[in-house]
């Protein structure tokens, strides 16, 4: 129960973060203006250390940016600070070239061909299992939740070798489907782990009014479970469609050449930084940009799942 | 969400609690109906989790190819091999370093935005690269951590801080003119090769190797400095005319003084005193004592320019990497912290300020040991994931110091896919990081049982 313990305060955080300040001016005994000036300080220093802390968050990925907005002689000629001095640097130049490149073009559908569809299968087949251990009675119940709590942090590592050989055998090496499959495959202790918590924690007595109206199962599930369960769906679609987005170390064993993501695409680039940091720079903004904006716009929902997954 | 949450607590004990009286009126199907729901769990688990470890297990005691049974050869081979144990070695040094850093800052950053203002756009700016791909972070690092001062901006800042206080060499490039009776020191200082003492007629040190738009600004032509009698003075120049009309060891007409040079006196292997050319070369040692002294250029004038660190280098790369990291990671703990922070009682705060506590003393006393719990999560969290490290080193670990920053999960892909070619010993990675989460999985299970 823990996990949504620990997701339910991050929801609500940035209100109480937002009325803390007032509450701690009424409830503070009152201070002398030595207290006060010090204070003032401390609070000044406090700012200051986090704008400093916070630019050095925000100028690796500026750096990238700009880099892939300059020529490659540009770039190995200077840092890409110097856009400041000399802004007539910037070009859109490294942008059309990769977006003329074919293989990178069709790396990017790869990615959509890979992250879709392996999202959606695991969010179908985890809600239902996950609906069957809250609600559903079965001997070993309790027993096979906590083997899926054990999977939880089982290595992707262990399952490399003899997936490679399963697929081979099946003739799907280097497959999409392969690739789509393993994702489903690893990633489903967590998506089971997450909604079987959140649908626990749904009202019996909605359940039993569902099923006395003579409603089966399915519809129970249907009408009652997916709804209510739309917040931890949420979490769990954002986080499976960026872990799978980002993915590099599955790609790198089950893609091929012509069904590779962009991920395997940008890291068969990298044995040459220098010279390849054009098509680098250009393409690795370009990957995190879909995950970039996911990110802000589901803000909530992903923190959600990530903070669900602790101890993952 | 808090509403839900209780409800959830009561419900998951009640049926505990009085099983008979509700099993008894329970609706719904009967047991066999489950597998219908979880039927499809069950094939993809049983196919990528259970049967993946047994068959790695078995898998790891063959050999190479598969064809020999070899026991436990491959596992010894782990703990001998040099490559396998420079793996074994860094992980060790991840797991113990990666969490423990990462969960500071998260606590650190937690506590410090607690009650500014704008906490959540620095949270936002923190935390935005936990979406971004590892790929991603490692391309951004290896840009940041590139050597060349002029390009990689970890080692611009660096130079730049360190030029601020110590200044870089002026003439990196200077060097004594041959055979005018200057000699090099192996310390990298210029010496005359003759002593003097006070009143002794004016020195003549000239240089060349230095081209003429290297020259600070403020240089101008060199002059023959006035011999004093308690003192030592001389000329530093550049002797150089283009054309090559200019006589060497002689200050030509259009020969430029060396401005800002360090000149030595040195009596006993010891610096007694220390002067700076003017803009015109010369210099004077005003009020030496009697006696004989070397006199010389520091080393300091010709060192090269401080070019930063070398961040990827085989003895760095592994920090390096582990500050990449903790820029990935660190928003992470910082919100899971964060949610502990808020959900602990404001009253004990409140009580032990009003004791006297200073904040110090209340983060220390008060706020860490009742943060524990989330810390302790937030710690084992992070190892695991740690311990299975793979495409951050991967991506900005640059091949020729691969090798160095290798990592367990690493050598596992480069031993079974990456070239080596040996599913035997990658089975037998893979099997040894399934042993090592395997405290991390009974703390995970224990921890659900308990709270369940």
């Known amino acids: 129960m823990s996990t949504r313990e620990e997701a339910a305060p991050v929801q609500s955080h940035s209100p109480s973060a937002k009325t803390t300040p007032a509450a701690m001016g009424e409830g503070a005994p009152p201070r002398s203006v030595a207290a006060r000036i010090v204070g003032r300080i401390g609070s000044g220093l406090m700012q200051f250390a986090l704008i400093v802390i916070g630019v050095f968050w925000l100028v690796p990925t500026l750096g990238l940016f700009i880099a892939s907005l300059r020529s490659p002689a540009d770039n190995s000629a200077s840092g890409w600070w110097t856009v400041f001095t000399q802004p007539s640097q910037l070009t859109l130049r490294n942008y059309a070239q990769l977006l003329s490149n074919d293989s990178f073009v069709a790396s990017f559908w790869n990615t959509i061909a890979i992250t879709v569809p392996s999202t959606v299968i695991i969010v179908v087949i985890a809600s239902l299992a996950a609906y069957a251990l809250a609600w559903l009675e079965f001997p070993g119940r309790d027993w096979l939740f906590l083997a899926v709590v054990a999977m939880l942090v089982v290595p992707l590592q262990i399952a490399l070798i003899p997936i490679a050989r399963l697929y081979g055998s099946l003739g799907i090496f280097g497959s999409i489907t392969g690739v789509v499959l393993f994702h489903v495959g690893y990633g489903l202790p967590f998506a089971i782990f997450l909604l079987r918590n959140f649908f626990a924690a749904i009202p019996r007595d909605l359940l039993e009014a569902a099923r006395m109206d003579g409603g089966r199962e399915f519809t129970v599930f249907r009408r009652v479970i997916l709804p209510l369960g739309g917040p931890a769906i949420a979490s769990l679609t954002i986080f499976q469609f960026l872990w799978v987005w980002n993915d590099l170390l599955v790609a790198l064993v089950f893609a091929g050449a012509d069904t590779q993501p962009m991920t395997k695409a940008l890291q068969s680039q990298m044995r040459q930084f220098g010279a390849n940091i054009d098509v680098l720079a250009s393409g690795a903004f370009l990957s995190l940009v879909i995950p970039l904006l996911v990110f802000f716009a589901f803000q909530r929902y992903f923190v959600q799942g990530l903070t669900a997954g602790a101890v993952k | ?452």
Request: hydrophobic letters at 50%; glycine letters at 8%; zero cysteines.
């Open chain 2, 1 to 452: 969400m808090a509403n839900t949450d209780t409800a959830a607590q009561q419900d998951v004990t009640t049926p505990a609690g009085t099983p008979t009286a509700q099993r008894a009126g329970r609706l719904g199907p009967p047991a066999w109906f489950a597998l219908v729901f979880l039927l499809p769990a069950l094939v993809f688990l049983g196919a990528y989790m259970v049967y993946p470890i047994l068959f790695s297990v078995y898998r790891s005691l063959w050999d190479a190819s598969g064809t020999e049974f070899v026991g436990l050869a491959n596992y010894v081979e782990m703990f001998t091999d040099p490559s396998t144990f420079v793996a074994l070695r860094n992980n060790v040094i991840w797991v113990v370093v990666a969490p423990t850093v990462v969960t500071v800052a998260g606590l650190v950053f937690a506590v410090l935005t607690e009650r500014m203002r704008w906490a959540t756009a620095f949270k936002i700016v923190v935390f935005m690269p936990m979406a971004i791909s590892f790929l991603a972070s490692g391309v951004i690092f290896r840009l940041v951590y590139e050597q060349d001062p002029d390009r990689g901006v970890a080692n611009a800042v660096l130079t730049t801080v360190h030029d601020t206080f110590v200044p870089s060499a002026a003439f990196p490039t200077a060097r004594p003119r041959e055979g005018v009776g200057l000699t090099e020191e192996p310390n990298g200082a210029v010496a005359l090769s003759e002593q003097v003492s006070p009143g002794d007629g004016p020195l003549l040190l000239p240089m060349v190797g230095v081209a003429d738009d290297e020259l600070p600004a403020g240089a101008t032509t060199a002059e023959l400095p006035q011999s004093t009698a308690q003192g030592i003075s001389g000329v530093v120049w550049l002797d150089f005319t283009r054309g090559g009309t200019g006589r060497n060891g002689v200050i030509d007409t259009t020969e430029s003084g060396m401005p800002g040079m360090r000149v030595q006196a040195v009596r006993d292997d010891e610096v007694v005193a220390s002067v700076r050319t003017d803009d015109n070369g010369t210099f004077t040692f005003a009020g030496l004592q009697e006696g004989s002294y070397t006199v010389q250029l520091a080393a300091a004038n010709f060192t090269e320019p401080y070019q930063g660190v070398t961040w990827l280098g085989p003895t760095l790369v592994t920090p390096a990497i582990i500050g990449a990291y903790l820029w990935v990671w660190a928003g992470f703990a910082m919100v899971l912290v964060a949610a502990g922070l808020s959900s602990i009682p404001r009253e004990a705060l409140e009580a032990a300020r009003v004791d006297g506590a200073t904040e110090w003393q209340v983060f220390r006393r008060v706020t860490v040991p009742l943060l524990s719990p989330v810390l302790l999560v937030v710690f084992v969290t992070l190892m695991i994931y740690v311990l299975k490290i793979f495409d951050l080193v991967f991506i900005i670990a640059p091949g020729s110091v691969q090798a160095d920053a290798n990592v367990l999960a690493l050598e596992m892909w480069r031993v079974s896919f990456g070239g080596g070619n040996d599913q035997g010993m990658g089975s037998a990675l893979a099997v040894f990081l399934l042993v090592l989460v395997v405290p991390a999985m009974i703390f995970q299970v224990r921890r659900f049982r308990r709270e369940n």
